[in-house]
């Protein structure tokens, strides 16, 4: 009996392994063609053409893709920082307060998970341009585009923050929140000291997810921008390397370039990280 | 307090949304703002028209004229220059969007070949220039290919299907891929007679088994690979995936193919009409235009940039096919309420 | 002030930004193609009768469903080792890994999908391998192919929420489970499976849903051949023959449907809640 057990636990355990170093194999396969191909000589991102590093050179020398890269971060970075505090408010009175109308407000605050994202790049194109530019401007302002998309992005991502937060909500233990209660702390500090920080692994998963998807985004982004801005996110500036149905291979060089810049800003990260542990110690 | 500071902040937010636009859209210096396909003109010729006028050109891109549309219709607007295709010219001129011409600030009009001038979308040219143009037809791989396809039989009879099964594509396009298996059995590819609808659906439902894919995005790249031995699509595509392999040929079928036109033309709503119409004309100087087909590879209404164009293009029959070829070629046209019938025939092929 | 509060932020963000363009698309559902392509506004429901048709509810919508089922199993299976894994670490090994699992996902979308083009197109080594293992199986063109792309774009939409629940999970209870007799595999079902599933429902509905409406992946890596409800909905939108009023008609029937079934789970969500 006891061989048996130790037996199974040790091939469950391995099977775990072996799972996940599996997946992560699989997360990294096309990651690793794409920079294989970006050093490709060839015109077409899909075809083998020898080595060269033509394509970073071309990339290096178009001033587009450093504002393209920027507005990119800058549209990412402010989306996500809305749709996660948008996103966790709406989880928390979701899952802690009482609500009238709770099950039409439930359903509502899902839909935009449901919505086909060209659906909604177009409901936007026409909200933007038959309803909300024109209700502006008749008090003289007007809407840029990167503020367009950024409210673009931020609607299409609430809700995935929001179902990923209250997935920890749910089962979270009350006893510490009805304890700080008890001690007399009012609602807000219970939200502010004792829920939010349990949250922070939740907070952290949707954030990413909400930076994702605007980092990815082209429907949305491309309807939201006005005629002649010329703004360009990532995406937009893909689209317009690729020509009549040619894919040159600059997209796989950006795309390292962008997996290049991610790795050092963690790098970094921990490096900070580790030297203000050591201080510390 | 720490509520209201919340509040504030996602009121600021919304309102700043709203604000900031404000400064934004008014420019300090001149600018020409253009929506056109992506990688349609050689940055060269913007670099050498930014230098002669003192105007930066800011370019904004769609790849079909459906986005093209959809952008225009909703409102949008902003862009001075478009260069939509024949059949959304003729849209576009009926829902008003298009300015009218004035082609006496367009002197290099007469550059442009007899044979592209009125055409039946704007038969006086009062509101488009035809600019580059092409062919629909079929492309393959010298060295993968029995018999080099002469008819359209090579795409649609399966018992030729049959040797490059799954190594086959067709352009994901209702208008030309109906257009294709029309033109096959005889009729016009802008039909609207049901028989002959219902005849060409079941043609298409009986080539779907062996084809690889439906694609008018990527069917060069895997004709490149060798996953595609055969596909449906634009001669300019061709040509350029010919500088990368030469075994990658073209052919326009015996019964005829089809023609398109992309044109430059100016939205009513431009505040720089002056300047666009200055952008057209020089666009059609000779050696300018000469220098966006040598880019390009697509073949140019331009009769006088022919002497500048690189020998290999001006002599290359994919390119520019020879008369007795473009007599048989047909314009796809809009169709208005008959339209339906090609949707219904697409949706059918695509959802069996 | 009370946590009631905290909704109407976001609520009313929804209402302005979502409702209002989603109202604009409910009344071009209600319209008619015009002959050049725009809209006919009027009232009527004939867009929604023609969705009866079973042209389009056979083949695109069982297979939407089909995929989506099978993607959200396999995003599952895949997943949730990961999230295993990445929540029993320390604190900077945590984040570290949890960061290599969105990694791929900060390049582009369109690149990754020509990198799956390069691995599964028939003359490709994946193919290669497959065949010389006596396997001939289409990947690009066929539902496999679209399978692949869809599981590995919504990975993460499966292991971050799985690894939120997991995460404040005291694994010294499974040691505790161990020392008691226990066996892994018992102490999983028993005790940390029915713990995390609200990080599995979570993942689910993160990935089924989007799924249904999906249509890049379908159109690219299925070659068009493989029939699904959102690559309907998008050439009716984008497509050389459009049809907004047909299209919205669709999008707002999968949304109809799907937040009927998401109400009547939260329905029971609910009365589970009281009982326990």
Not at chain 2, 203 to 219: F, H, N
Not at chain 2, 224 to 242: C, M, N, P, Q, Y
Not at chain 3, 217 to 241: A, C, D, N, Q, Y
Request: aromatic share 12%.
């Amino acid at each position: 009996m006891g061989r048996l057990k130790r037996w199974a636990d040790q091939t469950i355990g391995s099977l775990l392994v072996l799972d996940t170093l599996l997946t992560y194999i699989f997360l990294y396969l096309p990651i690793g063609v794409l920079i294989l191909y970006s050093f490709s000589a060839s015109r077409y991102a899909l075809v083998w053409g020898g080595f060269s590093l033509d394509a970073y050179r071309r990339l290096l020398t178009d001033p587009e893709i450093v504002s393209a890269l920027l507005n990119s971060v800058i549209v990412a970075t402010s989306a996500t920082a809305l749709a996660t505090v948008l996103g966790t408010a709406l989880a928390l009175a979701l899952e802690r307060a009482r609500i009238r109308w709770r099950g039409s407000i439930e359903a509502f605050v899902y839909l935009p998970i449901v919505i086909p994202e060209i659906v909604m790049a177009v409901g936007l194109l026409l909200f933007f341009a038959q309803v909300l530019r024109p209700l502006v401007s008749t008090v003289g302002l007007g809407i840029s585009p990167p503020l367009a998309v950024i409210a673009g992005h931020i609607t299409f991502s609430i809700s995935y923050v929001m179902v990923v937060v209250r997935a920890r909500l749910r089962d979270l233990d009350k006893s510490l929140e009805e304890a700080a209660l008890d001690l007399g702390a009012t609602p807000w500090q219970v939200v502010r000291r004792v829920t939010l920080p349990l949250l922070a692994p939740a907070i952290i998963s949707g954030a990413l997810l909400a930076f994702t998807l605007s980092l990815d985004d082209f429907y949305v982004t491309y309807f939201a921008t006005t005629g002649g801005s010329g703004f360009k996110t990532l995406p937009l500036y893909l689209y317009a390397l690729q020509g009549r149905a040619a894919i040159p291979p600059q997209m796989n060089a950006v795309a390292s370039l962008m997996l290049v810049a991610s790795l050092m800003l963690i790098a970094l990260a921990l490096l900070v990280q580790r030297r203000s542990y050591s201080r510390r110690a | 307090m720490t509520s209201t500071r919340t509040f504030s902040l996602v009121a600021l937010a919304m309102l700043s949304l709203i604000g900031l636009g404000a400064c934004a859209s008014q420019q300090a210096h001149r600018e020409l703002h253009l929506f056109i396909w992506a990688n349609y003109i050689d940055p060269e010729v913007y670099r050498l028209f930014e230098q002669e006028f003192g105007v930066s050109i800011i370019e904004e891109n769609f790849d079909s004229n459906e986005t093209l549309r959809n952008k225009l219709q909703a409102g949008v607007t902003g862009y001075d220059i478009i260069v939509p295709s024949d059949y959304t010219v003729e849209v576009l001129i009926r829902q008003g969007l298009l300015a009218e011409l004035d082609l006496s600030k367009i002197p290099n009009f007469q550059n442009i070949s007899p044979r592209f001038r009125g055409l039946y979308y704007d038969p006086h040219n009062r509101y488009s220039i035809p600019y580059l143009w092409g062919t629909t037809g079929i492309g393959y791989n010298a060295l993968k290919i029995e018999t080099p396809p002469t008819s359209w039989a090579d795409l649609f009879e399966p018992a030729l299907l049959e040797r490059y099964k799954n190594r086959v594509s067709m352009l994901d396009d209702p208008r030309e891929a109906i257009g294709a298996a029309l033109k096959y059995l005889g009729y016009s590819v802008n039909s609207t007679d049901p028989q002959a609808l219902a005849d060409a659906r079941n043609l298409l439902l009986a080539q779907k088994p062996y084809l690889a894919r439906y694609d008018s995005e990527t069917y060069d790249d895997f004709l490149l690979t060798g996953d595609l031995v055969i596909a449906h699509g634009w001669s300019g595509e061709f040509a350029k995936a010919r500088l990368e392999n030469p075994d990658i040929h073209y052919s326009i079928p015996q019964e005829g193919g089809v023609i398109w036109a992309d044109n430059l033309a100016i939205l009513k709503s431009s505040h720089r009409i002056d300047l666009a119409h200055r952008f057209i004309d020089f666009l059609l100087r000779p050696q300018i235009n000469a220098k966006i087909v040598n880019y390009l590879h697509y073949p140019s209404t331009n009769d006088a940039a022919r002497p500048y164009i690189l020998p290999e293009i001006v002599s290359d029959p994919a390119i520019y096919p020879p008369d007795e070829i473009l007599e048989k070629l047909e314009w796809i046209r809009d169709l208005g309420e008959a339209l339906a019938l090609y949707e219904a025939v697409w949706d059918e092929v695509k959802s069996r | 002030m009370s946590t009631r509060t905290l909704l109407w932020p976001g609520l009313v963000w929804l209402l302005l930004f979502f409702a209002v363009p989603v109202g604009i698309i409910l009344v071009i559902s209600l319209g008619q193609r015009a002959p050049d392509g725009t809209i006919r506004w009027g009232f009527s429901l004939d867009n929604y009768l023609r969705l009866l048709e079973p042209l389009y509810w056979t083949g695109p919508f069982w297979n939407s469903l089909g995929l989506a089922a099978l993607t959200t199993i396999l995003c599952l299976v895949l997943g949730y080792p990961v999230a295993y894994s990445i929540a029993r670490r320390s604190a900077a090994v945590k984040h570290l890994l949890l960061f290599f699992v969105i990694l791929p996902f900060f390049t582009n979308f369109l690149v990754r999908i020509y990198a799956w083009f390069i691995l599964l197109r028939p003359e490709g080594w994946i193919a290669w391998l497959l065949r010389s293992l006596g396997l001939d199986l289409a990947l690009l063109g066929s539902p496999v192919g679209v399978l692949i792309g869809l599981v590995y774009g919504y990975l993460p939409f499966m292991i971050l929420p799985l690894y939120a629940t997991l995460e404040r999970f005291d694994f010294s209870l499974v040691e505790a489970a161990h020392d008691l007799g226990a066996s892994r595999w018992q102490s999983f079902w028993k005790i940390i499976f029915p713990l995390s599933r609200p990080g599995v429902i979570a993942g689910a509905v993160l990935v089924f849903v989007p799924v249904l409406g999906e249509f890049i992946t379908p159109k690219l890596l299925g070659g068009g051949k493989v029939p699904m409800f959102g690559v309907l909905i998008e050439e009716k939108f984008l497509g050389r023959v459009p049809d907004w009023p047909l299209g919205a008609a669709m999008a707002l029937a999968l949304m109809i449907l799907v937040s009927l079934v998401l109400a009547r789970y939260f329905q029971q969500l609910k009365e589970s809640r009281w009982v326990g």
